[in-house]
């Protein structure tokens, strides 16, 4: 009985740190589909820093334009760069 516990426990343990792989967040997942399909992130680059507002008006002008992208994804694209300082990777690379 022991033994299936100890055996429970350490597989847990193994699988919390299996589990801890980086992950790309949502933003720059939308960012390198959506985004980069039309241009280089060196426009993006060049305007990291700027505010949320920036970011909101720019990712709905792109929307205007063709850019196939849902409301919510919008938000999540305009936080993620505004949240993002000048230089930034992986949009800076």
């Known amino acids: ?20 792989g980086e992950t790309q967040p949502r933003g720059q997942e939308l960012l390198m589909a959506k985004c980069v399909s039309c241009h280089s992130n060196q426009i993006t680059c060049l305007n990291l820093g ?22 919510e994804e919008r938000a999540v694209v305009s936080e993620y760069l505004a949240g993002l300082d000048s230089g930034a990777e992986p949009v800076c690379q």
């Open 1 to 20: 009985m022991r033994f299936c516990v100890c055996v429970f426990v350490l597989l847990g343990i193994l699988g919390l740190f299996g589990c801890q």
């Open 50 to 71: 700027k505010d949320p507002a920036y970011w909101e008006n720019v990712v709905d002008r792109m929307a205007h334009k063709g850019m196939e992208m849902t409301t």
